[in-house]
């Protein structure tokens, strides 16, 4: 990449934080949840779900077993009822079951404050651990979801061959301190403006500003 590339593509990036700040000073966190254990279960949950379906669903399952211990004692079939409007609902049941139990086992009942130890939790990928890792401990982290990965591509900012090579992109242009910021401000962004089936990297604000000579549609590489 040529030196004037470099630099166009780091002001898109700088440009991007700016306005997204603006609109989004202070993003909350989509799904509903009291503490570390029911994030981490609430973030399970939401794979391949949208965060409106978990948090219709999580209510009444926190309201029955919101630390590990109550989950275990919940019981697998319990857990499944509770979570079967959600996609992929007997395999999260079987993880968060698993799980409840690997965390009383290995972590004294806590939620464990490492990507390692949170990967290797039943369930629990690099996006899981990283939405953790970047809510409940405030450590830098840059979660990748579909929102996150077709913008980065609409934008310039990354060519999206796959959610690795996207974060990595991204890490390199944005400042750490604004990571776990950002992370829910695209996606904010993606849902409300820039969505799949409304712009087409032509016509939402952002898109027109860092490219007002763009007329052709961006195919985006979904994950």
């Given amino acids: 990449m040529q030196d004037n590339e470099k630099v166009k593509k780091q002001e898109r990036a700088d440009r991007v934080r700016q306005r997204l700040s603006q609109l989004y000073p202070n993003p909350p966190i989509p799904l509903d949840h009291t503490d570390e254990f029911t994030l981490l279960i609430a973030v399970l949950l939401s794979a391949q779900c949208t965060d409106k379906k978990v948090n219709e669903v999580t209510p009444e399952l926190f309201a029955a077993a919101g630390t590990p211990q109550a989950m275990v004692e919940l019981g697998q ?74 913008l980065a591509q609409r934008w310039g900012l990354s060519s999206g061959k796959n959610v690795v090579d996207t974060e990595r992109d991204l890490k390199k242009l944005f400042p750490e301190s604004s990571w776990n910021d950002l992370h829910l401000q695209i996606i904010y962004y993606g849902r409300e403006h820039c969505t799949a089936r409304s712009c087409d990297g032509t016509k939402c604000g952002l898109c027109v ?10 195919v985006w590489n979904k994950p």
Avoid: C, W
């Fill in 209 to 218: 500003e860092l490219y007002p000579n763009r007329k052709k549609p961006v």
């Fill in 77 to 150: 079939e319990e857990i499944l009822r509770l979570i079967r409007p959600i996609g992929l609902s007997t395999n999260k049941s079987k993880s968060i079951y698993k799980l409840s139990q690997l965390l009383l086992e290995r972590h004294q009942g806590e939620v464990p404050k490492t990507f390692a130890e949170l990967e290797a939790l039943p369930g629990v990928g690099h996006k899981t651990a990283s939405v953790v890792m970047a809510q409940a401990f405030g450590v830098p982290a840059f979660p990748v979801d579909t929102h996150i990965h077709r």
